[in-house]
């Protein structure tokens, strides 16, 4: 990594739960190194509530959240391109502006978690935890790494850390 901010996108198919809680921890953790955006190749068109509640209860803003689509990105230049549903990571993706790294840190929809409160809440809050595990592994990667490194850190940051 470098001193310019790296720029991160962070899709899901709905952009409403996992990439949202990732965009969120990317900018909070990374505390000005990163910029992270997040889409979905179908947005929901609204963040879902829990979502919204976890990081507030985890003291972060969320004021600037918003369901989105990756066409509003098309022409961004980025660094790096994460998927986090594995719908999105099967889909065609735009081809992005700057040659970014991807990587898939796939994860379970906890929009589609069932049962009690307590259960769905602790759908939410396991990804948020395995999000942030992932998180603080990839900002602690030493800076100046090729793209070839970096893909290779982020791609083993996602099938070890779960």
Not at 2 to 22: F, M
Not at 33 to 53: D, E, F, N, W
Not at 65 to 83: A, G, H, M
Not at 144 to 154: A, F, P, T, V, Y
Request: hydrophobic share 40%; proline share 6%; glycine share 8%.
């Amino acid at each position: 990594m470098e001193d310019t901010p790296l720029k991160i996108l962070i899709l899901c198919t709905g952009n409403s739960c996992r990439s949202i809680i990732a965009e969120a921890l990317f900018n909070y953790l990374g505390q000005g190194r990163v910029i992270a955006l997040s889409a979905g190749s179908k947005p929901t068109g609204q963040v879902h509530p829990r979502s919204l509640a976890l990081l507030k209860s985890k003291g972060m803003s969320t004021a600037h959240l918003r369901s989105k689509s990756w066409d509003e990105f098309v022409l961004t230049p980025l660094d790096i391109v994460i998927t986090v549903c594995d719908s999105a990571a099967g889909e065609a993706c735009p081809v992005f502006t700057g040659a970014p790294v991807k990587a898939h840190w796939g994860l379970p929809d906890p929009a589609h978690a069932r049962g009690t409160e307590a259960e769905i809440n602790a759908a939410f809050e396991s990804v948020y935890k395995t999000l942030e595990a992932r998180i603080k592994a990839f900002l602690k990667l030493p800076t100046g790494l090729d793209k070839k490194e970096l893909s290779d850190q982020l791609r083993t940051i996602g099938e070890t850390i779960v």
